[in-house]
């Protein structure tokens, strides 16, 4: 079984940074695609970055394309979300997650960390 742990949410001004990581643990992962999610309120859960864990390709939702960037450390178990110049419209929970296979869904979750932009 494979736990998440994340951590780099808080406070920032519109404009600012902010560096998520994740952590993996567990002697059985192996993770074909981990990614970073997000849920603010009163909408849906919505995908914000992934990364295959081998070979590194990357992809962004149109929304945060070219402010934020995913990537890992595979030696250690860690996934990160660098964000810059953040906006008010992305205050939100974010998730960080990860898939075994692309067949699958997303099989297992962190337990999210809240990120708020003031204006």
């Known amino acids: 079984q494979v736990q998440l742990e994340e951590s780099g949410g808080g406070l920032v001004q519109a404009g600012g940074s902010l560096r998520f990581s994740c952590v993996a643990s567990?002697?059985?992962?192996?993770?074909?695609?981990m990614g970073w999610f997000r849920q603010a309120p009163g909408k849906e859960r919505e995908f914000v970055a992934r990364i295959y864990w081998n070979g590194g390709s990357t992809g962004y939702a149109d929304s945060v394309k070219g402010r934020f960037t995913i990537s890992r450390d595979n030696a250690k178990n860690t996934v990160y979300l660098q964000m810059n110049s953040l906006k008010p419209e992305d205050t939100a929970v974010y998730y960080c997650?990860?898939?075994?296979?692309?067949?699958?869904?997303?099989?297992?979750w962190g337990q999210g960390t809240q990120v708020t932009v003031s204006s």
């Open positions: 567990g002697r059985t992962f192996s993770p074909y695609e």
């Open positions: 997650a990860g898939r075994n296979t692309w067949k699958n869904a997303y099989e297992y």
